[in-house]
């Protein structure tokens, strides 16, 4: 990751953007693997406001990556279940450590709390 990439706690304001990045990584994962029905479906699922409630919950925590002033990625943590619930990056950020560094800030996260995911 460049020094253009940060890591911090999602805000309100992220919430259709995290949509965004969550939608096309599930997307590009699933794609050979489901066809359209059950991916449509899926995708019905997914609400911008599911992330609100997240940031809004004590006992979670929901990061993202945003590199050169957009959102490329985040992760979600359910510290009362002691799991991570999500972590995606935007496929076309693929293969370039963000992934990574997003697991690094989920580690640091979880470690605050007594929790180890890795």
């Known amino acids: 990751m460049s020094l253009l990439t940060i890591l911090r706690p999602a805000t309100v304001q992220d919430c259709q953007a995290i949509h965004n990045a969550h939608l096309h990584a ?7 693997s489901y066809d359209e029905n059950v991916l449509q479906a899926w995708e019905a699922l997914l609400d911008t406001e599911s992330y609100r409630h997240t940031i809004d919950d004590p006992d979670k925590a929901l990061w993202v990556v945003e590199y050169k002033g957009a959102i490329r990625g985040f992760f979600q943590v ?3 279940e002691a799991q991570l619930d999500a972590l995606y990056v935007h496929p076309i950020f693929h293969n370039q450590g963000f992934g990574y560094g997003i697991a690094e800030a989920c580690r640091r996260v979880g470690a605050s709390c007594r929790i180890e995911f890795f």
């Open 26 to 32: 599930a997307q590009f994962a699933c794609i050979r």
């Open 78 to 80: 359910d510290f009362k």
